[in-house]
Nanobody, 122 residues
């Protein structure tokens, strides 16, 4: 069984920073793309940033200058460094990982984390 555990969310004042982490654990065979999404009440979940297994990253335009996605393949972990946070960045942030487990190593599937709340307010 494979699971994702997120951490790093919380409350921060506008202009502050947070670093989110998402660790994949369990019977993992391979990890492909890793990504962060966000969701606010009443709206659909939307992509924030993604990163391929060889480190190529992609960002939503509105966040690319302030957010940085990275990964540590040895630790099966993806990070999202968020700087100069704005109140509009408040949301629940979810990691999404495309991976295969050891039972079916040729069959990829996408797994979601439980979400971590980020609140930006004064």
């Amino acid at each position: 069984q494979v699971q994702l555990v997120e951490s790093g969310g919380g409350w921060v004042q506008p202009g502050g920073s947070l670093r989110l982490s998402c660790v994949a654990s369990g019977s993992i065979s391979s990890i492909n793309e890793m990504a962060w999404y966000r969701q606010v009440p009443g709206k659909q979940r939307e992509l924030v940033a993604s990163i391929t297994s060889d480190g190529k990253s992609n960002y939503v335009d509105s966040m690319k200058d302030r957010f940085t996605i990275s990964r540590d393949n040895a630790k099966n972990t993806v990070y999202l460094q968020m700087n100069s946070l704005k109140t509009t960045n408040s949301a629940v942030y979810y990691c999404n990982v495309d991976l295969a487990d050891t039972h079916y190593p040729d069959k990829d599937f996408a797994l979601w984390g439980q979400g971590t709340q980020v609140t930006v307010s004064s």
